[in-house]
């Protein structure tokens, strides 16, 4: 009887720990770039996801997003923009710019290759 109420008790708070990990809010990291008048730039860590996991740009300012893989999983491998047809392989350990057209306002989502992972990209 005790293991049998042990059992429930552990396969409740597996269940519980579930639900949090997709479906809770979680706090993310946003970054507004430092916008010059002719560009402005962000660097991305790739690490068990995207930090910052949202980013703030200007309107009509070009902007460079630096993605940094630090992560050897093949899920983050590439970073997909499907908003602004991207699909850039992230090479690990290297910088890759990514360009980004800000002429339009609105939000963007990217996500790792196999969409699992995102971000957002708000241009203002």
């Known amino acids: 009887m005790v293991i ?6 552990i396969g409740l ?3 519980g720990f579930i639900l949090w990990w997709f479906f809770g809010k979680h706090a993310t990291a946003t970054v507004t770039a430092d916008a010059s008048a002719d560009l402005q730039q962000v660097d991305v860590e790739v ?16 902007a460079i997003l630096n993605f940094t893989r630090k992560d050897a ?4 491998d590439h970073v997909v923009f499907s908003d602004f047809g991207i699909n850039q392989e992230l090479p690990q350990n290297q910088a890759e710019a990514i360009a980004i057209d800000t002429s339009k ?3 963007y989502q990217w996500a790792c290759g196999m969409d699992m992972f995102h971000g957002k990209l708000i241009i203002k």
């Open 4 to 9: 049998k109420g042990l059992v429930l008790l």
């Open 13 to 15: 708070l597996a269940i």
């Open 47 to 62: 690490k068990g996801g995207y930090s910052p996991e949202q980013i703030v740009l200007k309107k009509g300012v070009p």
């Open 73 to 76: 999983s093949g899920c983050l």
């Open 105 to 107: 306002p609105g939000e």
